[in-house]
């Protein structure tokens, strides 16, 4: 050969071209999918949404004062303003297949409002429940401003126009594999149901189709509902036939499939509608601090559009579009705010980790997924019925779609000359001192019971209420 080189080993792999757009997706975003199969998918959407929706009210209603009526009207408004602002993001917004809904990034601030002083001498349960209430109210309000201000003034499209996929890879590997504590923890607390849900739902959707060869995509693309159904009936047939009935309150609080208390709670036909806990009130303090989460949220949901583009097979989101999208987010916890959901809004990881799943990024699959979220939370009881799933099985569906975001993250390394020490160091840095920072949060507020800049304020973290 010319130069004296030596001619390639014919054994020797060879390098994968990058690709701008995801190839072997079934249905990108303007292709959908035949009507009775668009619509299974989209009420699969509507389940995986709905463990977030069900668990963060779970967990910060009781805190509040409320009971089981309280906390099924919470969840019922969580839902219909997720379905209103999953429409208006996937009509106005990105136009991008993703899912608005509850977000665990406002759960540590709503936790210090609900703990605030000045609602213990409140002797009535309901009346402090609802003052709290009003308070997360005009927290939200106030902090939605933050991202309407960034999104639509496009201040946020000159801060992304830094988002190289050096700088992606960490950002929305971060965004999926940060949520771990939401994954196999939530598995254990009831590990004869949340273990196999999480062996099934490997087993169908990775292996069954490469074993069957059937070419028609019922396996992998329906995973979850199969599971689902099946690991269901097993955990209603353990608590019709009394396993848990010596079982210690947490055990059945999370292994039985009847103690959930929404559907005798729920009303059977009840409209959302804004003020309905009565007038928001404002406090500096707790705004502030709301509005720190906000900008948290942001920058998680600037990741998890990426991730949603890239499962969706698109084309790179421009950092226009992307500023609009934050927006409109903006406007999404503004409603949250109104309607009094106890949380704000932000994109559903779960649901970007689903668009890898099935391999179907089509935009009227989520817009249908939205008309689920709008009507079960309109006929409340029927909501209900689908809100007592089991706790450890929505987080085996999560050990599954936060590993698919955070390897989406991974894959813009296809773009990054990975020979290169400065780009190393980059990844390498950030990925670390992503997950150690938090970590030293968390050791420091476990040994003494506060954080490191210490405010005298009572605090809880997200794992303390979800146990």
């Not at 099946?230 to 036939?241: E, F, R």
Request: aromatic share 12%; proline share 7%.
């Amino acid at each position: 050969m010319a130069g004296g080189g030596a001619p390639a080993k014919a054994d020797e792999p060879q390098p994968h071209p990058p690709k701008d757009q995801l190839p072997n997706i079934s249905y990108c975003i303007t292709s959908p999918p035949p009507w009775p199969e668009a619509i299974l998918l989209g009420f699969q959407h509507f389940l995986v949404m709905l463990g977030t929706t069900v668990l963060i009210p779970t967990a910060l209603v009781p805190q509040m004062g409320g009971g089981n009526n309280e906390k099924a009207r919470v969840i019922e408004t969580l839902l219909f303003v997720a379905g209103i602002n999953t429409l208006l993001q996937t009509m106005f917004g990105t136009r991008l297949p993703a899912v608005i809904g509850g977000s665990y990034t406002f759960v540590p601030t709503t936790i210090s409002i609900i703990l605030a002083g000045r609602f213990s001498d409140e002797p009535d349960p309901i009346e402090k429940f609802k003052r709290i209430m009003r308070s997360i109210q005009g927290a939200l309000i106030v902090a939605s401003t933050l991202q309407i201000v960034l999104g639509f003034s496009g201040l946020w499209r000159n801060v992304a126009r830094f988002l190289s996929p050096l700088s992606s890879v960490p950002l929305v590997s971060l965004v999926g594999f940060g949520l771990y504590e939401l994954g196999f923890p939530g598995v254990a607390k009831c590990v004869e149901i949340g273990l196999p849900q999480l062996i099934l739902l490997v087993f169908v959707s990775q292996y069954v189709p490469h074993v069957l060869h059937s070419g028609k995509h019922i396996f992998d693309r329906f995973a979850v509902l199969f599971t689902i159904v099946i690991v269901w009936i097993y955990a209603h047939l353990l608590t019709v036939g009394g396993a848990y009935n010596d079982a210690p309150h947490k055990t059945q609080i999370s292994c039985r499939t009847d103690r959930a208390g929404l559907i005798d709670a729920a009303p059977w036909i009840r409209i959302p509608y804004p003020f309905q806990w009565g007038a928001p009130s404002f406090d500096a303090g707790e705004a502030f601090a709301m509005m720190m989460a906000s900008f948290v949220s942001l920058v998680e949901s600037s990741g998890a559009f990426i991730a949603v583009y890239r499962y969706a097979s698109a084309t790179p989101l421009p950092p226009s579009i992307l500023s609009r999208g934050i927006g409109w987010q903006g406007v999404g916890i503004l409603l949250s705010g109104l309607f009094g959901t106890v949380n704000g809004s932000s994109v559903s990881v779960e649901n970007a980790g689903l668009l890898a799943l099935t391999r179907v990024g089509s935009r009227r699959v989520v817009q249908i997924s939205a008309g689920f979220m709008i009507f079960f939370s309109i006929l409340g009881k029927f909501g209900a019925v689908f809100a007592s799933i089991p706790p450890p099985i929505i987080a085996a569906l999560y050990c599954l779609f936060f590993a698919y975001v955070g390897a989406g993250g991974l894959s813009f390394l296809q773009f990054c000359n990975l020979n290169s020490f400065r780009t190393k160091f980059i990844l390498g840095f950030s990925i670390f001192i992503g997950l150690s920072v938090p970590q030293y949060f968390n050791e420091y507020t476990a040994i003494n019971g506060y954080g490191p800049v210490h405010t005298g304020a009572r605090w809880r973290t997200i794992q303390d209420l979800l146990v």
